[in-house]
């Protein structure tokens, strides 16, 4: 259950409007990379986690509702930098203002001719924010990634908290606002910890890589293969040991079009590089299935099925339900 | 700023899984009449509200937060539905026996085999909930209607309640559980509140017609257009009085063609039916012009603005920042 | 079946082109709340009802016929604004033109200017409306709501003729051209009749409160749950008997985390506030159960099935197929 | 202006309720070659062509008209393959019955088990069409081509019947309802119409090659790239003359990266091929430019501007707008 | 197997930067009618086509394959018609110089005053291009029309060059720069080439009219339905013989409802201009299909199944696999 | 440029048509986390990387490539599997096999059964693989993450990787075909490889944590909010050091709303467990801001720009362009 608290999590104030910036800033509440999209996130993938990861489900959730008091705090900035455009539309009967004003020079009429570049404001939302992104494309049930294995997941959330800081750096640079770089920069600052919690989350998961279960094909695992012609770029990430244990190193394909038509589609193709045979890795494979798959079985209860105790006393659930 | 509260806010329990209907459940999870879409949309107008109406803002983030925690029942719903798919795809080493399984005749096999009638659970989710509707379409933020105005907002709200309540009632006829069928039945009933709580908002509104501030042209208000051949309906819809008030009533154009022609597409009809003039209506035009705008612009602080205080002791708000 | 009147049903007309009045009207044509929406919500709504309420199938049919007739009075409103972007881009071996305009003053260099606001009309439509909105959305049918129940259905089109109002109302700001404002108001005002046509279409269903066949469950209908901290709004939303009939009244839950423990997530909670009791709520549910489904299932013709009679003589269909 | 006739264009009839078939007959409902993407597509053509292609304006409306006859004759079909199923849902206090149906053996339990290969029949649309494919994605505004140029826009008319009529023949394999097999043969017979009327129209515009107005460079127009490596086709679309004029014909360009690299990234490659040089090509690009741009803004009134006369007794229009 | 090649296929330049012209085109790189619509096209439509038609699959390979070069050219331009604003972004510690700068004079203001007009290039991909049009809508893989029968592919593939020949042609108006010109030029030359490739392709196929397998209906395959009031257009593709084959003429339905009527919704309708029977049309349908279905199902191997040979020898494949 | 090889890059086979298989292979061809997605991704952020780190860009064009090469194994699979469809539905005279054979028993009577659950094989694509998921949903521009900051894209393409992966691992519990498993087996096992090149990168890249150039608020980034109620779960991601630097540790608010209410919405908050101040942290961003930008613009040409010189002999580029 969730409970609002009417203090915004951060004290966002502006100094004047600037629908311009509003604009901008709606990329972090209605965008691929903003609040809503973290919240959402971290909500969806903590149903999965509840049952066999008690003490992450409750990480998870922590940062989605921080995140939702985030876009909280994003939609009162939006609708402060839009101040005067609701009051000015109500003023309905009066003809045609807002025409004339947007060859004027005064602050109101210079803030209506800033909000005609987002005319959704302006002739949609009435001075709302609205669930899009900076262009207006309307926010998606796709930019959200839970795929039911923490460790992937973590990483979906490391590569988002990412994303959004990037998004935030970028947004200062368009502000002269003090207020407005204030607020900014607490959220930017945030995406931080967040990143920092789920790296941690993931390390306390061992082993997390590969992610998932199942380990790959050492024939393949090393390979780089080298697809365009012309001077090529050596570096670790194709050459010796790079990211691999001790022992391990990379396998450059020069020229895959031979090497694709000799290993017959890569079906005669040998172990080079990897420190394992297929056999081992095969082994792994059952280690680990047997290891998670008796992690979530067992956590599951038998029979019927109850979410939430009244009081909820301790992290484990959801529980077999008592019948009434 | 939002608090999770871990205790659901109803028990939802079930007595077994069932991916099939877990699949048609996802419609009030990430559908277009679903949880999400309900709180986005109260929590998007709740900004537009805040400054000028903060009891109407109180109310809409108020229900905006229980349809938060109701979008948190469904999934939990959803989760415990799909219990044990994710532990069978944890299983990864073990290599085929799914596919055995389709043919299969014990309660795990069925499982899987109705899994497969919606395959995002299996392939992409593994076993999660996702922000999709009941056909795989991902949740839009086209869904959310918010536009500055809550005689507007409000109605869009009472409908939006509507269309929850029903598919509540359909989903109801394809479940047998008993757990899964009080927990619906709890969500639609608060749907039925909630159109409760937002008639009794907008009727506190007054004047609330026509929407929004202006009034129509008298002229054409009270038009009823025959665009079809053949015999035609009449009722309170197209005759007589219907939902006007006393003394006005419907005029129902017959023939629209020759009724456009003869009015030079409309230019020349005259008012019939309606109760007033043009220069009448403009004349409510400026005072509903008056009032409105004067209630929103008198409710902005001059200068600097700050959404909360801290705490935040009164309903008023936002407020001039105190500058630091 | 349809047919085209070559005459427009309002006489529209332009003074002068303006493509950035042209790009905010898109709202209207291709945009959540515009005409095609209109048009196609009242159409697809309109087969659900053909058999069992063949009055409301006409009404349906009728408005639906009148919005596609609007959406053409939009279409050609934009065509005319954008006139002159068309044969400038035929001119085009003329090398660079445009983009010396571009920093011009003679009035067709602003009206290129101001086109590029919105693009899509340059590259991609060549001086056409498009069926997007205003920022170049493309329409979904997903704003489509039809639900299979005319209680609920005409609540959603007393909602989108409510926002369709609104933006209507709110582009008269932006265009001081009299034609062009003399056809939005006529659009306007049909948005409110359209309003007064579903209404009535509405009240003449009864009961029509709660929409579709089930009553809420007692014991949860009366309750208002206070999501929020804080200082508190009371109204007749939350308090009192509000919009409820006599004798019945809110039941307001000042602490919902206290209430939902001490209930076990609801489970236990009693009746307060409402006149009835859960078994007169099931029996209603009876009662309107068997009311409805035989009003429809009475309504259909055993065996095949032919939408029209050639002529149509009747409201009543369709019926029973003659074999050939 | 659009009126509606009741009865529909083609006698729709079905022999039996078959929501397995009304699903996929949603494809030519709402999919992205179905109905409403054809009478959209044309509907806005016609804006453009209006003015200076009054002709051209006259078809597409027609044809446009035409195309939601037909789309209300997929709707009815539809609306008749799902009968039942809405009586049954609002049967909807009788709790578990569709459930059990679901393992029987009767046909309104075989039809409840169908209609659930297609979810949203049941949750969302109460057994309405709704505008979605057959997959359950919802119609797109960007399924419309208009770009301005009949040249092009009449092609994209041709494609698009073809993908009609191909989805239409597709759909014939899957019901072997005589009464639904004769509508679909209406159906896809009145694409084939309509591609020889496109075609028409096409011809009788010359030149209508290259599309729109410029000529290509002849440097690169006759040139093909073989792109992979290995045997290769050959054939008339890339040796000899082709679709050429005589005289001209293909250049096959056997090893693009070395011809890449010898030309300079194709700065130097000479004319091969073609019949004409860059500069004849340009002046038949000022000529073109010249013809076309001249029939287009001749074609425009000065000043104001009226869409329709009342009555419209010519094909020409807009006019310039009487001043009342 | 793709390789890539690090010379572009032409010599892409750029005088300078210029952000608004970066973002018109965008329609090309991430457009409905773009380079990657064009690329996915062809390469989905080459799956269907490799076994029945190898050498038709060659042809769209390669020019799949050229498309996706395209894209890549599109892309370089873009990129270097935003340079400049990465860097100014990785310069993020220098507080406010972009906001002072916006009303500045020197090119790098204008620089980044042109970037608002597409605020993602700022603020999400840090002056990078991006997936989306000219508007910011997301590319979809809605675009790309493939439906398995090579005489509609290749219409949708002859209407799909068309529409992107005529945005390269639109483009040309907005800019000044002669490198990018003589890029956009290579480009557009590029679309009338790869038409003239599919006009031949689909020559070689015989018949091709009408695409797909089935004749029409003889009856409705004539008729030209007059569907609008007032002076009515006449020309060839609604009178005389028009595009049929010679003794075939137009039937023109000067008054469709009337004839609706009296043909019972068609059912009764004879065959008016056709020049063949339903019967003969009939005998047709059984010839093609046996074709048809002979030169797809003869392609196919019996078992198991290799897509490529190591080397590929010959066009012909897929080939029974060899079992290891 | 790009170049296509006809050998597959591995000898994709299959044992016998499947459709049920194929629909849901269709995840890794036109779904979210899927071969074009990855493509895309590499592809977009290739641009932005060519010019200052030019040894990234050619990493991230190999691995584009390898995607592309994927999706056409994918795509090869997915045809393989669908084989028969395309013959069947040719055969379009034969007026009702199809449904007559499901409820047969024989393998082609299964096969088209199978198809059934995913209807867009049959009445669309007619047997060729199509850019959706799963779930019908298409193929969307707004998967690929690219925001112009290595620091941020190389994480984003690591969470990539890592989805990718699990969707291969769980697709291999759906089929039993050896064939199969073993091309997915070798798709799955790439992803590996490119998480560990991309991990590689990464670290090649120092310091590159945070992302982009900019330090977080010292107040704020070791700071977790206990945002929920009840029992907590307490790690490394919220109690001690954790992740952090030594020295450094995680700060604990076990009450944030009393928190948030004391520092007056965090502006009172001082610095706690974090190893630097923030003028320290303000010095930070001074340096990176100057060594970022620095690293951008010194590989910037003066002037005009060439992306390619022909031959490219080296990494770098783009260069200044040679006028002609």
Same mark, same amino acid.
Request: a negative charge.
């Given at each position: 259950?969730?409970?609002?608290?009417?203090?915004?999590?951060?004290n966002?104030?502006?100094?004047h409007?600037?629908?311009?910036?509003?604009?901008?800033?709606?990329?972090q509440?209605?965008?691929?990379?903003?609040?809503?999209?973290?919240?959402?996130q971290?909500?969806?993938?903590?149903?999965?986690?509840?049952?066999?990861?008690?003490?992450?489900?409750?990480?998870?959730?922590?940062?989605?509702?921080?995140?939702?008091?985030?876009?909280e705090?994003?939609?009162?900035?939006?609708?402060?930098?839009?101040?005067?455009?609701?009051?000015?539309?109500?003023?309905?009967?009066?003809?045609?203002?807002?025409?004339?004003?947007?060859?004027?020079?005064?602050?109101?009429?210079?803030?209506?001719?800033?909000?005609?570049m987002?005319?959704?404001?302006?002739?949609?939302?009435?001075?709302?924010?609205?669930?899009?992104?900076?262009?207006?494309?309307?926010?998606?049930?796709?930019? #959200?990634?839970?795929n039911?294995?923490?460790?992937?997941?973590?990483?979906?959330?490391?590569?988002?908290?990412?994303?959004?800081?990037?998004?935030?750096?970028?947004?200062?640079?368009?502000?002269?606002?003090?207020? #407005?770089?204030?607020?900014?920069?607490?959220?930017?600052?945030?995406?931080?910890?967040?990143?920092?919690?789920?790296?941690a989350?993931?390390?306390?998961?061992?082993?997390?890589?590969?992610?998932?279960?199942?380990?790959?094909?050492?024939?393949?695992?090393?390979?780089y293969?080298?697809?365009?012609?012309?001077?090529?770029?050596?570096?670790?990430?194709?050459?010796?040991?790079?990211?691999?244990?001790t022992?391990?190193?990379?396998?450059?394909?020069?020229?895959?079009?031979?090497?694709?038509?000799?290993?017959?589609?890569?079906?005669?193709?040998?172990?080079?590089?990897?420190?394992?045979?297929?056999?081992?890795?095969?082994?792994?494979?059952?280690?680990?299935?047997r290891?998670?798959?008796?992690? #979530?079985?067992?956590?599951?209860?038998?029979?019927?099925?109850?979410?939430?105790?009244?009081?909820?006393?301790?992290?484990?659930?959801?529980?077999?339900?008592?019948?009434?």
């Amino acid at each position: 259950m969730f409970h609002h608290v009417k203090e915004l999590q951060f004290n966002a104030r502006v100094s004047h409007p600037d629908p311009r910036f509003a604009a901008l800033l709606l990329e972090q509440f209605g965008g691929g990379n903003g609040e809503l999209k973290a919240a959402m996130q971290y909500f969806v993938q903590a149903f999965g986690a509840r049952q066999a990861y008690p003490e992450k489900y409750d990480m998870l959730m922590d940062i989605a509702t921080e995140e939702l008091s985030h876009l909280e705090i994003v939609g009162a900035t939006i609708t402060m930098l839009l101040d005067g455009i609701n009051g000015e539309l109500k003023n309905a009967a009066e003809s045609n203002p807002i025409m004339k004003m947007m060859d004027g020079k005064t602050p109101k009429e210079e803030l209506i001719h800033q909000a005609l570049m987002n005319p959704q404001f302006l002739v949609l939302s009435g001075g709302n924010p609205q669930l899009t992104d900076s262009q207006g494309t309307p926010w998606s049930g796709a930019y #959200v990634n839970a795929n039911g294995d923490l460790t992937v997941d973590l990483r979906s959330d490391i590569a988002a908290e990412s994303r959004a800081k990037i998004v935030y750096e970028y947004l200062q640079k368009f502000t002269d606002d003090p207020y #407005v770089k204030e607020t900014l920069g607490f959220l930017m600052t945030r995406e931080i910890s967040h990143f920092q919690v789920f790296q941690a989350a993931l390390d306390s998961i061992q082993p997390n890589f590969p992610p998932g279960v199942l380990q790959g094909d050492p024939r393949f695992t090393h390979a780089y293969f080298n697809m365009s012609n012309g001077t090529d770029a050596r570096g670790p990430w194709n050459q010796g040991q790079g990211p691999w244990t001790t022992g391990e190193q990379w396998e450059y394909i020069e020229d895959p079009l031979k090497q694709v038509v000799e290993t017959r589609g890569e079906l005669d193709k040998p172990v080079v590089g990897a420190g394992k045979s297929p056999e081992a890795a095969h082994k792994l494979d059952k280690e680990m299935s047997r290891k998670r798959s008796t992690e #979530v079985k067992s956590a599951m209860p038998k029979g019927d099925n109850q979410w939430s105790t009244y009081p909820q006393e301790s992290l484990q659930s959801p529980k077999s339900a008592e019948r009434s």
